[in-house]
């Protein structure tokens, strides 16, 4: 079974018009206890909104947005490096505080990866990224989760133009 490193990004509102964001890593087996890479990051979400039909574009401007403070992008970067390029796969997990319920509104899932050289793939379609997003709650009684008789499933196909072409 492939070992996974974790990633964590956490966003919580700073101020009117920005959000802190912390970066924790760490490595499968290690002992160490990294302190969190903190940034600021600043979403427009009017942008976002009118890049909502075009999901390359909306994936780019989120990452540019999220990773805008070059240090937390080098850091991203160092840390997705050392989890992939050591046949790892590395467990992504965007924790979103109750401090900023609006950033719940955004495509994270359209989330293009930022690293250099990678501007183009889908930063949750590589399949060595595992990516969740969490809510985070002050309370702590059980969760039961749903029997499976109980599940349902939404399943939304899409509606190529170039169907002919795999006829």
């Given at each position: 079974m492939a070992d996974y490193s974790d990633l964590?990004?956490?966003l919580s509102h700073r101020d009117a018009e920005s959000y802190l964001v912390e970066l924790r890593f760490t490595q499968p087996g290690s002992d160490v206890d990294n302190p969190p890479e903190r940034g600021v990051a600043s979403f427009n979400f009017l942008t976002l909104r009118t890049l909502i039909f075009q999901p390359q574009r909306y994936g780019k401007e989120l990452a540019r947005m999220l990773f805008s403070d070059g240090r937390l992008l080098a850091k991203f970067e160092l840390f997705?490096?050392?989890a992939l390029d050591n046949e790892e796969r590395l467990r992504l997990r965007l924790f979103i505080d109750r401090s900023a319920p609006e950033l719940h509104?955004?495509?994270?899932?359209?989330?293009?990866?930022?690293?250099?050289?990678?501007?183009?793939?889908?930063?949750?379609?590589?399949?060595?990224?595992v990516f969740s997003r969490y809510?985070?709650?002050?309370?702590?009684?059980?969760?039961?989760l749903k029997s499976r008789g109980q599940l349902r499933a939404l399943v939304a196909v899409a509606n190529p133009s170039?169907?002919?072409a795999y006829g």
């Open positions: 964590e990004i956490d997705c490096g050392l509104s955004l495509r994270w899932e359209m989330l293009r990866d930022p690293r250099e050289g990678h501007q183009d793939s889908w930063l949750i379609a590589d399949e060595r990224i809510l985070r709650s002050s309370d702590w009684r059980p969760v039961k170039d169907t002919a």
